[in-house]
């Protein structure tokens, strides 16, 4: 059964620092791994899709890459935020089938 | 262009009590979903729908039971309301089934059973 880990559950690093994220997955047949965002009271919000394909996605100042082998994915976020603090929160699909296996997430803090 | 919205916001229910949770999106999506959220877990699939009138169980059914009479509109459903169903509930919709599309979520609705 496919399990995903988000180590650690929770970050804080001042302003400006870059950081990275981590996520891993016990079974390497994944179709796809995406990361999202939550903020508090509100959805989630998808930040980044990575085929099985592919090695990396970038969207401005964040880089997620993936491993399949050794079923880790890192989301890197560069120059940090107040403003990205957030849960962070990773989720695999394994094929075709419309459910997602998600992770615990990855409550960050970003100090002024 | 509202999204995906979820009502009630926030709900107290004692033990044995029913409610029924509404999803509505208005983005013509083809694909919802509900999921549940617990301190320290991943979220977890209850039901989801691939197209009105159609429903199927995700990873943990039991004790929910959901509707898609209208395209727009995904209810979920709670009979008898037991304390291990307080959670946080989202309802997601997407335009194509995974894996090619990512799920647009709504705020939650945040449960309490007493």
């Known amino acids: 059964k496919q399990e995903v880990t988000q180590i650690p559950a929770a970050l804080s690093v001042p302003e400006g620092e870059n950081l990275v994220l981590n996520c891993s997955f016990t079974?390497?047949?994944?179709?796809?791994l995406q990361w999202f965002r939550q903020d508090p009271g509100k959805g989630l919000t998808s930040l980044l899709l990575?085929?099985?394909s592919q090695r990396e996605q970038t969207s401005g100042r964040l880089n997620a890459s993936l491993d399949k082998s050794s079923g880790r994915s890192t989301l890197y976020i560069a120059a940090s935020q107040p403003g990205d603090s957030a849960t962070y929160l990773c989720?695999?699909?394994?094929?075709?089938?419309?459910?997602?296996?998600w992770g615990a997430g990855t409550k960050l803090i970003i100090k002024p | 262009n509202a999204g995906v919205t979820q009502t009630p916001k926030f709900r107290v229910l004692k033990t044995g009590q029913s409610m029924t949770l509404l999803c509505a999106q208005d983005?013509?999506?083809?694909?919802m979903y509900w999921y549940r959220q617990d301190p320290g877990m991943g979220l977890r699939l209850i039901h989801y729908?691939?197209?009105?009138?159609?429903?199927a169980k995700g990873e943990v059914p039991d004790g929910y039971n959901v509707s898609r009479l209208k395209k727009q509109n995904f209810l979920l459903g709670l009979e008898s309301a037991a304390p291990s169903q307080t959670s946080v509930y989202f309802c997601?919709?997407?335009?194509?089934?995974?894996?090619?599309?990512?799920?647009?979520f709504g705020p939650g609705t945040r449960l309490l059973v007493l």
């Open positions: 997601a919709s997407s335009p194509l089934g995974l894996p090619k599309e990512t799920q647009y």
């Open positions: 983005m013509n999506h083809e694909y």
């Open positions: 729908s691939v197209g009105e009138g159609t429903t």
């Open positions: 079974d390497s047949a994944i179709y796809n």
């Open positions: 990575i085929q099985s």
């Open positions: 989720a695999v699909n394994e094929d075709s089938n419309y459910q997602l296996i």
